[in-house]
Nanobody, 121 residues
Framework: QVELVESGGGLVQAGGSLRLSCVASGRIVSINRMTWYRQTPGKQRELVAAISRRGDTTYVDAVKGRFTISRDNAKNTEELKMNSLKPEDTDVYYC???????????????WGQGTQVTVSS
């Protein structure tokens, strides 16, 4: 019923920038919290940034001042602008959203397919 499709990511040198985008589509009534996670194979998925429907944001300490999360409620999209990238930012990044769909009474978590970000030193 709902699909999250990510774009962006890729290979960049340390100090460079990338922008990740995520579009939600389907029988969407409302989207609550939207987030970006990242994961290294074999490790637990880590919350990178979150944004509420009204625009309140939170970030993991490791990315504060470098990453910016934003959303467009009219377009059901979210973005993660990543500046001053470091090799330790290398990971697979996933978008996530709490979505209320037509015919349901509760918000459900949906995930994107993941996009690789690689930062070379």
């Amino acid at each position: 019923q709902v699909e999250l499709v990510e774009s962006g990511g890729g290979l960049v040198q340390a100090g460079g920038s990338l922008r990740l985008s995520c579009v939600a589509s389907g029988r969407i009534v409302s989207i609550n919290r939207m987030t970006w996670y990242r994961q290294t194979p074999g490790k637990q998925r880590e919350l990178v940034a979150a944004i509420s429907r009204r625009g309140d944001t939170t970030y993991v300490d490791a990315v504060k001042g470098r990453f910016t999360i934003s959303r467009d409620n009219a377009k059901n999209t979210e973005e993660l602008k990543m500046n001053s990238l470091k090799p330790e930012d290398t990971d697979v990044y996933y978008c996530n959203a709490q979505i209320l769909t037509l015919g349901y009474s509760a918000y459900i978590d949906y995930w994107g397919q993941g996009t690789q970000v690689t930062v070379s030193s």
